[in-house]
């Protein structure tokens, strides 16, 4: 398999056809792969090609593909491999997961496409104890994490991470503008809330802000840099894996729920305001957030202008835009202060605070 390999007393090195560059502070390594604790995650532009290869050495020989038609048309080796192709129906992860349960029939499986698809595979192996690989066709970051919901009718949680990722950086970026831009601003705000949990932590920290520098740095081109975006949102996606998230997240996950936005389009709206609210509670890490997205010093005051020129690429800048009324936010914000994810902020907003925070977005 080509791409890094592990020599001992040299650690990891570029295997033959790999390139492995770090000449600034955007690029980073194209091709590698990465054993973290009991996950293998294969990153590259042959990760895609060596996935038949990768999942019989990991145990996903006779699997279920959970896809969708867009994806399966990206890569229809896939489904050609699986002994059961489950199309995931549009909605929420639990009912999404539920629906397609019954087709399992106890294989490990395999997601194939965005975030929704990632989490109700995460979300059914939780449920019964199965096996779970992921070849993103986002910038979600799903990939990365335990975070998800269980399906319909399933009350214990047990959340859990696919233990082997295919990550082809083609393939994860592959969404036309605007959506490509969203996603983006998504993993961005995965990096960005992974810096100032109770959880952060040198290792995700460095991980958050290079995927800071990767996304800006991709998304300020002419025509993305899409390599960039991919990885950025791997290393973001780790990140916030290690150091979970706060009020951004909350909002967010929130306001889709409850006004039914577009996911991504959320997180590219409220980031710029999230910013600037946390900018006077956490100024030291907001600084080196705003200096990571291109500004010309370390100033926690302009983390949010950078961030809102870059979201300006993913279509709406305001919640309003997406169909978003004022009559909805009480509705949400009372949903938000009851969530105990909220506490991972520091100083955490209170009602009136969350409702003039939304109320801007607006």
Known sequence: MDGARWTGGRGWEAGPGSTVTDDSAATGPADFTWIDG??????????????????????????????????????????????????????????????????????????????????????????????????????????????????SGVEAFKLVRPSLVIADPTLMASQPMPGLAASAMNALAHAVEALYTPFANPVAGDAALRAVRLIASGLERDEPERPWLALGALLA????????????????????????????????????HTLRLMAPRAPEVIGRVAEALGAERADASLAAE???????????????????????????????????????????PDAPELRRYLAASL
């Open 306 to 348: 950078r961030a809102a020129t870059l979201a300006a690429g993913a279509g709406p800048t305001r919640l309003s835009e997406l169909g978003v009324e004022a009559g909805q936010l009480d509705a949400v914000v009372t949903q938000v202060v009851q969530r105990p994810e909220l506490a991972n902020t520091p100083q955490p």
């Open 38 to 151: 009991e996950r293998l995650i294969r990153f590259g532009p042959a990760a895609l090609g060596e996935a038949g290869e990768l999942l019989e050495r990991q145990g996903f020989a006779h699997y279920a593909l959970l896809t969708t038609e867009r994806a399966l048309t990206a890569a229809p080796a896939l489904g050609e491999r699986a002994d059961a192709v489950l199309r995931v129906p549009s909605g929420g992860v639990p009912e999404a997961a539920a629906a397609v349960r019954g087709g399992v029939g106890g294989r490990p499986l395999v997601a194939l496409g965005g975030g929704r698809v990632i989490d109700a595979a995460k979300a059914i192996a939780g449920a019964d104890g199965l096996s779970c690989a992921a070849v993103p066709t986002t910038l979600s970051g799903a990939e990365m994490t335990r975070v998800h919901r269980m399906p």
């Open 237 to 272: 996606g780790y990140a916030v894996g290690s150091a979970g998230y706060a009020v951004q997240h909350v909002v967010c996950q929130t306001l889709v729920r409850v006004t039914r936005v577009p996911h991504a389009a959320a997180y590219a709206v409220m980031l710029p």
